[in-house]
């Protein structure tokens, strides 16, 4: 049985994880953590879903260190926030707990405390800024279309709900990190996060744009623009429902219980295309 602590529980990515782990006969929700100051803390993380099948006490995150030495858990996910995310990582790949983590938003040095706390450990984790298999397709095309078309004008629009709290999206940044990759160019040169009013130049040969919206209730819209004389390829990928990603969670569990080496970090590239 695999026994997942969710950290984020009565988030919307939280409460789908958790409505979909409950129907599943081998995985089973044991712990769900919110933080300290969250007014569902005490209370049970079914109702508040409305879920029959999981009677689960909602906990705040500076009770976790009880929480792991109470229940026998070896996997947590996370959908949080960057810096709470890594305190997580970190906590739980000292007590053993493999990590599945879709929040984004991290830096380069979290990101090294996240790998550096898995390698020592010897768990593994999944940590991807988006996991649906829709996406990762995306990544793998646009890594293609960018070696082809390395001297066309890329530009990148995202759109997310007007709750988003980061920008540029996780998916958009990596998305625009391959593509800088294949076409050869340095990203943290060429990288171009909007612009604003008034005159700035005319766009540079490298640059890759990357823009974001926020407005409304938006899943997750990703669009990659290669445009060239007198032409332009468009590639687009629009999450309908946050149960596409939820989906991409299932299978990362599956995959850190039965295929993923320990001490490592993995993408969802390992998880969906990787034997």
């Known amino acids: 049985m695999k026994k997942i602590v969710v950290f984020g529980a009565c988030g919307k990515m939280g409460q789908r994880i958790i409505k979909t782990i409950s129907e599943k006969e081998e995985i089973e929700t044991v712990s769900a953590i919110e933080a300290p100051d969250s007014p569902k803390i005490g209370k049970n993380v079914g109702d ?142 060429v990288a171009k996060f909007g612009r604003d009013k008034g005159e700035h130049g005319e766009r540079t040969d490298d640059e890759i744009g990357i823009h974001s919206v926020r407005a409304g209730n938006i899943a997750g819209d990703h669009k990659f623009l290669f445009a060239g004389p007198n032409e332009r390829l468009e590639l687009t990928h629009k999450a309908q429902s946050r149960q596409a990603f939820v989906q991409g969670v299932i299978e990362a569990i599956d995959f850190l219980a039965d295929r993923a080496e320990a001490g490592k970090v993995f993408d969802m590239q390992d998880v969906l295309f990787k034997e």
């Open 48 to 189: 508040i879903i409305g879920i029959e099948n999981v009677d689960v006490e909602v906990r705040g995150a500076d009770e976790i260190e009880k929480e792991f030495s109470e229940k026998d858990l070896n996997m947590m996910i996370d959908f949080t926030i960057a810096d709470a995310a890594v305190e997580n990582v970190k906590k739980s790949a000292k007590e053993g707990v493999s990590a599945i983590v879709g929040t984004t938003g991290f830096s380069d040095e979290q990101e090294k405390e996240m790998e550096k706390a898995i390698e020592q450990a010897g768990t593994s984790a999944v940590i991807a800024p988006n996991m649906s298999l829709g996406v990762n397709t995306f990544f793998k095309i646009v890594e293609k279309v960018a070696k082809i078309l390395e001297d066309y004008d890329m530009e990148l629009i995202e759109s997310h709900h007007n709750q988003k709290v980061d920008a540029p999206s996780g998916t958009a940044m990596t998305a625009a990190e391959i593509a800088a990759e294949a076409s050869d160019k340095d990203f943290e040169k």
